[in-house]
């Protein structure tokens, strides 16, 4: 317990260990702990802007398909549109045609009728004569009564 | 056990007693063969116990922490990388929280003085018979194993922090100021010599209460385990594990007073306004 040279020593050596602390010890760790902080730091910040850029890219995608959504349903309306526009003009252009048709074939069978009926006219007009030929035999001059009979198969 | 009678007053004084080396009397150097011996050296003399201990502590110390320095990993810290920082983080908390100026060496410095107390103050835990058995098996007939229950070195440390104070009380105030606060202070300039009184007494203080605290902290404690060493040895383990449980808490606080004390006093010493 006596004081002696010992304690010059302890000095000494404590003022050593310090200088050694202060000059290899101390400043590497707390620098590689203060970069690890701040790497985690950076970390955490980096997630948290991914984040919101994925938020933000979802919102953007949702409006996307929402707008293309619209387009779609736009498209497929004016389409409808178009469509119906389509078949009224067709159903018109058909009617017409129809109607062409129509009155075409009603004045081909007037024809025919008027036809048919100059035809059964004549048919009549010599069956008459025929028949009138047969009654009469040699008293009827053809020639006389081709006017009368001409004429009686007008007004038949 | 040196004398071979086995009192128990022989047996203490036997624990108590420094492996000298110093100038005799008549001027050769040697080893003190006993505590007369020793004490008739003077001051001319070492304490290899203490030393080299506290040298190979220190070390070790050193060479820990100097490993996890040179292979700090940012990236993936070692478990006792981990260990090793959150004793500078809890350093550097105390040393931000106590500690306003702006000195590169103060955290250095706290962390020296808590890790190396820590590790003398261990030495105590160590039962206390085997480390000077062994000693004596190899013809070395007396060793105090724990460093800090050495005056020496308690005082070596606080005269250490002693200049310190010194040092950074004039190179931050300026000499004039430090005198000025020694003087001019608390009764202002015609209460001068009661002034340099008081607080050369406050100054004074700071490095013997340091190095006593600690000295009669590990001293005492380290008393308890050699009186408790001088029972019968099947009884033994029913006080000293009880009291090393409790020793360690001794060990860590003494540590960490001393570190806070430390960092106190430099944070004093830079204060320009007093």
Redesign the interface.
């Known amino acids: ?11 000494i ?3 050593m ?2 200088w ?3 000059k ?10 203060a ?2 902080k701040k ?1 985690i730091e950076d970390g955490l910040k980096a997630a948290e802007l991914g984040k919101e850029e994925h938020a933000l890219a979802q919102k953007n995608a949702e409006e996307l398909i929402a707008s293309t959504k619209n387009q779609a349903a736009e498209i497929i309306a004016n389409a409808d549109k178009q469509a119906n526009v389509m078949i009224d003009n067709a159903k018109g252009v058909a009617s017409e045609e129809a109607d062409k048709i129509k009155v075409h074939a009603k004045s081909e069978l007037d024809q025919e009728v008027v036809k048919a009926r100059n035809e059964l006219k004549n048919q009549v007009s010599t069956l008459v004569m025929q028949g009138v030929n047969s009654v009469l035999e040699k008293e009827v001059d053809v020639k006389a009564h081709k006017d009368m009979l001409s004429k009686l198969s007008q007004s038949l | 056990m040196a004398s071979g009678e086995l009192t128990s007053g022989a047996y203490i004084k036997h624990h ?1 007693q ?1 492996l ?1 080396y ?1 100038k005799f009397p008549d001027g050769h150097w040697g080893f003190a063969n006993d505590a007369l011996e ?2 008739e ?7 290899v116990d ?2 080299g201990f ?2 190979v502590l ?1 070390v070790l ?2 060479f820990l ?2 490993m ?3 292979r ?4 993936a ?1 070692s478990g006792f990388q981990n260990f ?2 959150s004793i ?2 809890f350093i ?1 908390e105390n040393v931000r929280g106590s500690f306003s100026g702006k000195n ?2 103060v ?3 706290a ?3 808590f890790i ?1 107390i820590i590790l003398m103050n261990t030495m105590d835990l160590v039962p206390v018979d085997w480390l000077p058995s062994l000693a004596g098996a190899m013809g070395v007939h007396f060793l105090k194993v724990v ?1 800090t229950t ?4 308690t ?3 606080s ?2 922090i002693f200049l310190l104070i010194l040092y950074y009380s004039v190179k931050e105030k300026g000499l004039g100021g430090f005198v000025g606060e020694l003087t001019l202070h608390p009764f202002g300039k015609w209460m001068l010599p009661f002034n340099l009184f008081l607080e050369g007494v406050n100054l004074l203080a700071k490095p013997v209460s340091l190095a006593l605290r600690l000295f009669g902290n590990m001293y005492a404690g380290e008393m308890i385990f050699i009186l408790i060493a001088l029972l019968p040895f099947w009884i033994q383990w029913s006080l000293s594990l009880p009291w090393a449980i409790f020793h360690i808490l001794i060990v860590l606080l003494q540590a960490f007073i001393f570190m806070t004390l430390v960092i106190v006093y430099m944070d004093m010493a830079h204060q320009k306004e007093h």
């Open positions: 317990m006596n004081i002696n040279l010992t304690l010059v020593g302890q000095t050596m404590f003022a260990f310090v050694f602390c202060m290899f010890i101390w400043p590497p760790l707390v620098e590689a702990m970069a690890r790497s | 108590l420094n000298t110093g020793a004490k050296m003077g001051f001319m003399a070492f304490h203490t030393l506290s040298f220190g110390f050193l922490f100097a996890a320095a040179k700090a990993s940012i990236e810290p090793l920082e500078i983080d550097d590169p060496m955290a250095p410095l962390l020296t003085t190396w460093p050495d005056p020496n070195a005082f070596g440390m005269i250490g």
